[in-house]
């Protein structure tokens, strides 16, 4: 399993930009995208607002106005937009006077930046792509091409990420930009629930004992445990020990995790390894015994076991029956 590589001392603190007619229904994804990484982690790894340059709202596409709870120059990163517009022209109109520009650019050189369709735009105006690698909409390429040619253009590839500016093509080019984001602050099987509870989903594991133990859908008080529940080898698992990282007595653990579950807790910590394994099996090549020791057991046959006595199937039985490429 891959390590997270978030900064855990505070989190990512993530700027939405507002400007005037941009298109915010990918501001809006991108957001509940990075939410749904904090809450199942377990941890705050993003810490997500509206940006601008002042606190007056922004009317942006659709006639709605947002109000900035930030202002740019307070972030880690910035994501930006693009605008509803077909036409270059459009988009020339939009940049001549910018104040985002000017802000944009008075941004200290360790500023992360991701901007996708028409907001790549803004960030080439401001001069972060100068002798970067960038992509953008492909009927942009001539205006793009004849301003910037500087810039190293690849507008045959849908995600370019240059020495920590991130640029993508297509209003909906947000999408592999966030998700190359969250693959670096997320393990895999943590990434596999934010994908199938808010991208597209997989027909995978919908067995009713993997519904029950649902770690997207528990309460914000369990959150913190399945994380570490997932981070603790099987071997090592016990309530005791999670009661005592938690400063608590077993018996109130305990209790805790059957209020919220109707599970007994012994049966629900288990079912998140197992959980765990399955989506292994589901989705890798890796062997029975390469599983059973990323997911902690302490042995292939000690993993047998177990799971054919919770599933009724081998591992073997289960990929065969569930594994992607069945």
Not at 151 to 170: H, I
Not at 173 to 195: I, M, N, S, W
Not at 293 to 298: E, I, M, R, T
């Amino acid at each position: 399993m891959t390590k997270a590589v978030q900064n855990k001392t505070r989190p990512l603190r993530v700027g939405l930009v507002l400007f005037p007619r941009c298109m915010p229904a990918a501001l809006f994804a991108t957001r509940d995208l990075l939410e749904a990484a904090n809450g199942r982690s377990g941890r705050a790894l993003f810490e997500v607002s509206w940006a601008a340059g002042d606190r007056r709202p922004v009317e942006v596409e659709g006639g709605q106005a947002l109000r900035p709870d930030s202002l740019i120059g307070e972030h880690d990163v910035y994501a930006i937009p693009g605008m509803w517009t077909a036409r270059p022209a459009a988009v020339e109109e939009a940049l001549g006077g910018s104040s985002l520009v000017r802000r944009l650019a008075a941004l200290p050189p360790t500023t992360k930046l991701w901007a996708w369709c028409t907001g790549v735009a803004w960030l080439a105006t401001s001069g972060w792509l100068r002798h970067r690698r960038a992509t953008a909409t492909w009927w942009l390429r001539p205006l793009l091409e004849t301003r910037f040619p500087t810039v190293q253009w690849r507008f045959d590839e849908p995600l370019v990420d240059s020495r920590g500016v991130s640029t993508a093509s297509g209003p909906h080019g947000y999408l592999p930009l966030v998700t190359a984001q969250l693959l670096k602050h997320l393990d895999a099987d943590a990434f596999d629930d934010v994908r199938e509870l808010l991208l597209l989903p997989l027909p995978r594991n919908a067995l009713p004992m993997f519904r029950e133990a649902g770690v997207m859908e528990v309460d914000d008080a369990l959150r913190p445990l399945v994380a570490r529940v997932l981070r603790t080898p099987a071997s090592a698992l016990s309530l005791e020990t999670l009661a005592n990282e938690r400063h608590v007595s077993s018996r109130t653990l305990r209790r805790l995790i059957e209020a919220h579950t109707e599970l007994r807790a012994a049966e629900w910590i288990r079912r998140i390894k197992l959980k765990q394994a399955a989506n292994a099996l589901t989705h890798s090549a890796r062997s029975i015994k390469e599983v059973a020791d990323a997911v902690g057991y302490s042995s292939e046959s000690s993993f047998s076991r177990t799971f054919r006595s919770e599933l009724g199937l081998t591992p073997v039985e289960f990929r065969r029956r569930y594994g992607r490429q069945s």
